[in-house]
């Protein structure tokens, strides 16, 4: 029987009942909190912009094993062809098109190989023909949304101010090789000990991702794009001692690049690749091996996605840009062809081909309609998505800001920065067998992460609204800082 | 490394889990709701719905991302909602 003694003690049994319930309540609501803060500091942290938290290889960090194919994830169907890097270039050809605005000449005119190329691609002539035109109504935009830009364009300059001396005109035969003061090759030990050792030297050198393989002579251009030993009009003889291609590949500064086409520049990432593989190059001949080293802008010999395929760093997508894991498209490579005798990487397969069928955000973003949305063609023999790349480039001169657009790269869902949320998207597409995450993922990106009008992109004399991707970063707003 | 990436922080989160666990546990004992094994999970994965809908929210936030940070609250909310209500009725059955 309850005794009137008892009820202090129940008391106590009853208070501390409800301050148990009252501490796990505030608890529960401290630790959802905790968790939104966390998430909150994940979104924000500087750790997450992938390829700029260290060096030493930390940035590669994908299980690339797991997705490794024996054969390359793009399709040959038939006979191939190399790509003429003088016409299906489009910083080689563009000139020409240029000058035969200003003189009024027709297809017919000009010389060959171009006459050949335009009569094949009469629309790319009228595409190439208006870049003057389109810079000249650029230029004519209203002092006010012209000098929004000048940081930009400052910081862009400033990132392609250094730069390693262009290699010359000799033939490869003698530029590539070491010079007076090496020796003849020294013996390497193992192929796999001296793939380990270049990969680490070229994070020591700044690469944020590098792959090798062997390399596939349907990538070195059959005509040069631009003189580096080579005569501009006579087939390039594929060097016996480019038996090898390392890839390297360093991130654009993420939070211009967010805002392309205007605040954001390649010239950053451009430069560290180059940088990479000219140091690359001399450490290769100082062993006494060949090497040459194919940069941007448009210092190569040979076209660089396919060899990044090959070398497993990554699959093309749609905008015909390579997706890696780490960095989505946002990177600028450069390749360094090489005797050294190396054990290769394995091309991978981790899930784009599948995502870019349905997922079409590229196209449906890009301003200029240079990405299709239809199925993939058949290009040089090889079956793959191709870039309008006239009607891209025609983009680039339309609008402000350093060269050049990079939406596609912004908008690409694969080009995300380093949190637990696109971390775990990726692991999510890359595993799932069924597709059902491909479709959902690609829907909630398109529905989320939405982005302005593509021709909104343009410059306001061109009937856009000089938009950009997402909002500029705090140091690159010319007016919180300059008086104008 | 700030504290949300601390082992510290995380320890504090357990400790939470702890007690709300515990806290849980004397409530339905209070109302006289049985808890048997089968509960458990129901509560912990809808919980665990919730942590991750608030963590993707805070992320978004913190990313700029506000349309993703506005549609994840809604679409969390209604998902939530929902699954709250079979949750509550599953832990209400004696
Ligand atoms: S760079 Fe711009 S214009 Fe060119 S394909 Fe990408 S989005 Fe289109
Ligand atoms: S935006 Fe979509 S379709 Fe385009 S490359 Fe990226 S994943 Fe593929």
Known sequence: MKTEEDRPRRELRVARRTLIKAAGATSAALGLSGLGLCGYQAGRDPDSYTGCEGLQGAAQSFNRKKFAVDEPPYEKVGPTRRADGRTEVIFSRVGVARSAAQMGKRIEDLDEPFRSYYEQHPEDFELDKQNSELRRKVAEDSPENRNRYILAEAWADAMGAVSPRPIGNEPPEISDFPGRRSRSPFKMKSSAATAKLIKKVSYEFGTVLIGITKLNHDWVYKYPSSRRGFAMNEPIEVPKHWEYAIVVGTPMSWDPMYANPNYGTSNDAYSKSRIVAFRLASFIKRLGYAARPHTPGNSYDLMVPPIMVDAGLGEQGRHSIVITPELGCNFRPAVVTTNLPMSTDKPIAFGVQDFCKNCKICAEQCPSGAISKADKKIVRGYKRYQLHSSKCFNFWNSNHGSLGCRVCIAACPYTRKSNWVHRTALQVTANDPTGISDKLLAGMQKRFYPGPEPSDFYAATLGGKNASYREPPWWLRTEDFIEL | ?94
């Open chain 2, 1 to 94: 490394m700030g504290f949300f990436e601390s082992s510290f922080f995380w320890f504090i989160e357990g400790l939470f889990a702890c007690l709300a666990i515990i806290a849980l546990r004397t409530w339905t004992q209070d109302k006289g709701i049985p808890m048997p094994f089968w509960k458990w999970p129901v509560v912990i994965v809808w919980v665990l719905f919730l942590a991750v809908s608030i963590a993707y929210i805070g992320t978004s936030i913190g990313e700029g991302e506000m349309d993703a940070a506005f549609f994840g609250t809604i679409f969390a909310a209604v998902i939530a909602s929902i699954s709250g209500v079979v949750a509550w009725r599953l832990l209400r059955m004696r």
